[in-house]
């Protein structure tokens, strides 16, 4: 079957209307064509006007068609768009050569020119990068972006540079705190801000108060030496919650802990104390320290710490927050690394949150500047290896 070309039909269609519907026939024997071609050539130019004849694999549009059409093609490219900054803005952010990569790998995918026109690289700096040969040291500066990268995300964004430097090191990286910490501004990557929180410790009271055994004395050689305790709010989007930690001083462990929708000392202190005690034991002498709160001055807790004969007990003189530096610094990063920037869960997923925060990361992962940027297990493990 002969085919012919869109141009061909159109200019005879056209004079089709030149010569009047009574020529069609003899135009049709003068053009070498069909008149049923010609009639039918006709009416697709009635009803499609400049869209007829589009040729095979392109069906016929109406107007309304067109626009659809055209609306469908802006919608792909759209999300083809979408794709590529999703997957790619991350490299452009490393740096030429992660960002031609990143191009490389993907063109079976995306088109060479969509990728360049979106992460907006110009066409040149990308083929003159491609014919460039990578140094050694270009590759070991992209290598060690990428771990700064990982590491960041891993740890949720709560470590800054001197932490990234020690898990740099730790994973054998040989690198020091200034570099990391340059390559972390030229990646825009920053710790999350902390923030002042408001005190919640009601000390005006007529229950019992013990003096400052403590002193500030925050180093001590060996586990159950020196417990302090403190106690916090958390905000939900259903009212507080209140979190009471027990602190190990020779390992900065928190090994007794606990959620409460009130402050009362059965939801408390009493509940994280038996949580410390289960999870170490007293085997000489002890001092808990605390503030002066109403949770830790009433007779019914002091009653139970009386119950362990071993036990010294030392409070913070009144409004001295310092004396009980460890719990608020704690609590600090607590809620800067977990709290601040995010937004209100419900209790039971606070609860959730909470408990992967201190035992899978504060208590196991988490490299503490106080134990030489070690985790606590790391810390330990150490200290029974020396012993």
């Known amino acids: 079957m002969k085919t012919y070309e869109r141009t061909f039909k159109v200019n005879a269609v056209k004079l089709s209307y030149e010569r009047g519907k009574?020529?069609?026939?003899?135009?049709?024997?003068e053009l070498g064509i069909s008149p049923d071609n010609l009639y039918k050539w006709r009416k697709d130019f009635e009803k499609f006007g400049t869209r007829s004849f589009p040729g095979p694999g392109?069906?016929?549009?109406?107007?309304?068609?067109?626009?659809?059409?055209?609306?469908?093609?802006?919608i792909k490219d759209s999300k083809i768009s979408l794709q590529i900054l999703k997957r790619g803005t991350k490299y452009v952010s490393q740096g030429k050569i992660p960002?031609?990569?990143?191009?490389?790998?993907?063109?079976?995918?995306?088109?060479?020119?969509?990728?360049l026109a979106v992460l907006e690289v110009?066409?040149?700096?990308?083929?003159?990068?491609?014919?460039?040969?990578?140094?050694?040291?270009?590759?070991?500066?992209?290598?060690?972006?990428q771990e700064i990268i990982s590491i960041y995300y891993e740890f949720r964004r709560r470590y800054g540079c001197f932490k990234i430097t020690r898990e740099l090191q730790n994973r054998g990286f040989k690198i020091k705190n200034s570099s990391v910490k340059k390559y972390m501004r030229m990646l825009g990557l920053?710790?999350?801000?902390?923030?002042?929180?408001?005190?919640?410790?009601?000390?005006?009271?007529?229950?019992?108060?013990?003096?400052?055994?403590?002193?500030?004395?925050?180093?001590?050689?060996?586990?159950?030496?020196v417990w302090v305790s403190d106690i916090t709010y958390i905000q939900t989007t259903k009212g507080f919650l209140y979190l009471t930690i027990v602190m190990d001083l020779f390992d900065r462990k928190i090994i007794g802990w606990n959620l409460s929708t009130t402050m009362s000392t059965k939801a408390t202190?009493?509940?994280?104390?038996?949580?410390?005690?289960?999870?170490?034991?007293?085997?000489?002498?002890?001092i808990f320290h605390s503030d002066r709160g109403v949770q830790y001055a009433n007779k019914l807790f002091t009653n139970k710490l009386d119950s362990y004969n071993r036990v010294i007990r030392s409070m913070s003189?009144?409004?001295?927050?310092?004396?009980?530096?460890?719990?608020?610094?704690?609590?600090?990063?607590?809620?800067?690394?977990?709290?601040?920037?995010?937004?209100?869960?419900?209790?039971k997923q606070t609860r959730v949150e909470v408990y992967e925060y201190i035992e899978n990361w504060y208590n196991k992962k988490r490299r503490h500047s106080f134990l030489g940027y070690k985790t606590i297990e790391e810390f330990n493990k150490l200290k029974t290896e020396n012993k």
């Not at 005190?199 to 586990?223: A, G, M, R």
């Not at 038996?274 to 002890?286: F, P, T």
């Open 190 to 225: 920053r710790r999350k801000i902390k923030r002042k929180f408001k005190v919640t410790t009601d000390s005006f009271h007529n229950h019992y108060i013990v003096p400052n055994v403590l002193n500030k004395e925050f180093t001590v050689s060996e586990p159950s030496k």
């Open 269 to 286: 202190t009493l509940p994280a104390w038996e949580m410390a005690v289960n999870n170490r034991k007293i085997n000489k002498e002890l």
């Open 122 to 145: 110009s066409e040149t700096t990308y083929y003159r990068r491609k014919k460039q040969e990578v140094t050694d040291t270009e590759s070991r500066v992209i290598l060690l972006k």
């Open 58 to 74: 392109h069906p016929n549009l109406t107007a309304e068609q067109a626009v659809i059409t055209d609306l469908e093609r802006k």
């Open 22 to 29: 009574g020529q069609l026939a003899c135009l049709a024997r």
């Open 317 to 347: 003189r009144r409004e001295n927050h310092t004396d009980n530096a460890v719990c608020e610094s704690f609590f600090t990063f607590f809620k800067a690394e977990l709290l601040t920037g995010n937004k209100l869960l419900s209790r």
């Open 99 to 115: 960002t031609k990569n990143f191009i490389e790998n993907n063109k079976s995918e995306f088109t060479i020119a969509k990728m």
